[in-house]
C-alpha cells in the first residue's frame, strides 16, 4: 500500500515544482478539491512561507523559509514511507529514459528540410506521426514507472494520469499538448516529475547532470 500524502505537502510541492502558481493549475496537478488548495495556501501566507503576487498573472510562490519547509517535510516522508531504495532504483530508470524525452521534444521543435535544420511547422505529417510514435513509445515504458512509484508514495500517483492525458490530447492532433510551457502539457509533467524525484530524494540537478556527462 502506497504511503498516503498529505495534502498540505501536495500542494507545498506543486507550489515547489511550478515555481509560480495559483490555485486553479494547483487544483488540476495534485488532483485535491479546491477549497483544500486554497486554505493551505492561505495557511502558507499567514505563516510567511509562501507569498502571492497580483498583478497581470497572479500566484503564489515560496519564500525561502517554505522551501526549505518542503525539503525537511519530504525528507521526513521518504524516511516514515520506509521507501529510499526502491524511489532511487526507479528514479535511475527514469533518468535512463530522459534522453529519450528531450530528442523526441527536440524533433517535435525541429525538423529536417533539405539536409538543414528548421522549425518545424507541422507541415510534415511524416515527420510529425514518426515524432508522436517515439512520445507513444516513451510513454508505454514511462507511464508504468510512475504507476509504480505512485503505488510507493501516494504524492506521486497523479503523474501517470497526467503524462497519459497528455499524449492522448498529441494523438488527437492537440499539437501544444507536447512541449507548450504553462500547461500540463507532457514536458511539463515530465519536468515536474523530473523535480519531484530530485527534490524526494534530496538531489541536486546541477550535481545529477555534471555525473550524467561523466
Not at 124 to 129: F, V
Request: aromatic fraction near 6%.
Amino acid at each position: 500500500m502506497a504511503y498516503p500524502a498529505d495534502p498540505r505537502l501536495v500542494v507545498i510541492t506543486s507550489v515547489r515544482l511550478k515555481g509560480f502558481a495559483d490555485v486553479g493549475p494547483i487544483v488540476e496537478a495534485t488532483g485535491l478539491d479546491q477549497s483544500i488548495v486554497a486554505g493551505v495556501l492561505a495557511d502558507l501566507g499567514a505563516d510567511d512561507l509562501a507569498r502571492r503576487r497580483e498583478g497581470r498573472v497572479s500566484g503564489w510562490t515560496l519564500t525561502p523559509a517554505g522551501r526549505s519547509l518542503h525539503a525537511e517535510l519530504i525528507a521526513a516522508e521518504l524516511e516514515a514511507a520506509g521507501c529510499a531504495a526502491q524511489v532511487e532504483a526507479l528514479y535511475r530508470e527514469f533518468l535512463a529514459l530522459n534522453p529519450r524525452l528531450l530528442s523526441t521534444a527536440s524533433a517535435w521543435q525541429l525538423r529536417e528540410d533539405n539536409g538543414q535544420a528548421v522549425v518545424n511547422d507541422h507541415t510534415d505529417a511524416a515527420h510529425d506521426r514518426r515524432v508522436i510514435g517515439a512520445l507513444r513509445g516513451l510513454h508505454d515504458e514511462a507511464g508504468p514507472l510512475a504507476g509504480r512509484l505512485g503505488s510507493l508514495l501516494d504524492r506521486f500517483s497523479r503523474y501517470e494520469a497526467r503524462l497519459s492525458a497528455a499524449v492522448d490530447r498529441v494523438e488527437a492532433g492537440e499539437q501544444d499538448w507536447f512541449t507548450k510551457p504553462l500547461i500540463d502539457s507532457y514536458h511539463t509533467v515530465w519536468f515536474e516529475l523530473h523535480e519531484d524525484l530530485l527534490s524526494t530524494l534530496g538531489k541536486e540537478r546541477a550535481s545529477e547532470e555534471s555525473k550524467e556527462m561523466a
